[in-house]
């Protein structure tokens, strides 16, 4: 079993900064494949970044390429969310998912098994 815990979520303003961390549990974290996903009141979770387990490989949303940065350190089970020139349309809670065999596929939720609980990011304008 996997555990994930997302720390970092807060109120900022439009343009400002936030960086979100995701605590993993269990020894195998550096074989994992990560993705942060976001969800917003009235609409489906979907999918913010995703980074290989090595760390060589990162995928973006196109609404957030440029402006967010996902990276992983292994000696630390923890994988962050640089969030940088915040916009209100980036409110959502964010969550953090765990693929421990990566399927060929980190863009839809469901091929990933474990999820944090997620943490809110509010953007005001």
């Known amino acids: 079993q996997v555990q994930l815990v997302e720390s970092g979520g807060g109120l900022v303003q439009a343009g400002g900064s936030l960086r979100l961390s995701c605590a993993a549990s269990g020894r195998a974290f550096s074989s994992y494949t990560m993705g942060w996903f976001r969800q917003a009141p009235g609409t489906e979770r979907s999918f913010v970044a995703g980074?290989?387990?090595?760390?060589?490989?990162?995928y973006y949303a196109d609404s957030v390429k440029g402006r967010f940065t996902i990276s992983r350190d292994n000696a630390k089970n923890t994988v962050y969310l640089q969030m940088n020139s915040l916009k209100p349309e980036d409110t959502a809670v964010y969550y953090c998912a765990a693929q421990p065999r990566y399927s060929g596929n980190l863009y839809q939720p469901r091929e990933y098994n474990y999820w944090g609980q997620g943490t809110q990011v509010t953007v005001s304008s």
């Open positions: 980074i290989s387990w090595s760390g060589g490989n990162t």
